[in-house]
């Protein structure tokens, strides 16, 4: 049973936007109570954290990331979002949501974001 399916993926030019989305089956996760976060995974990368929202709606990033993406949620559709600004190629990776810290049974498949020209 998958508990977080991720979406909005996909090809962008450096300096592109995405808009990737998080839906939590409420059933198991409801994003308001939890901390989330957004993770990625580069070719050949450790997966790593690069934004969390607590439950009371703060967010912090990587230092990576951070004044590009922008994390939030939608309590209503138990949704996560990370907007991406200003993508750069070294963006790329397969990208996922989880609790933070992590729930090892519920890693969705993730999107895949490619940043080239």
């Known amino acids: 049973q998958v508990q977080l399916v991720e979406s909005g993926g996909g090809w962008v030019q450096p300096g592109g936007s995405l808009r990737l989305s998080c839906a939590a089956s409420r059933s198991i996760v409801i994003v308001s109570i939890y901390a989330m976060g957004w993770y990625r995974q580069a070719p050949g990368k450790q997966r790593e954290l690069i934004a969390r929202?607590?439950?009371?709606?703060?967010?912090r990033y990587a230092d990576s990331v951070k004044c590009r993406f922008t994390i939030s949620r939608d309590n209503a559709k138990n949704t996560v979002y990370l907007r991406m600004n200003s993508l750069k190629p070294e963006d790329t990776a397969v990208y996922y949501c989880n609790l933070d810290p992590p729930q090892s049974g519920y890693w969705g498949q993730g999107t895949q974001v490619t940043v080239s020209s």
């Open positions: 929202i607590a439950n009371s709606g703060t967010t």
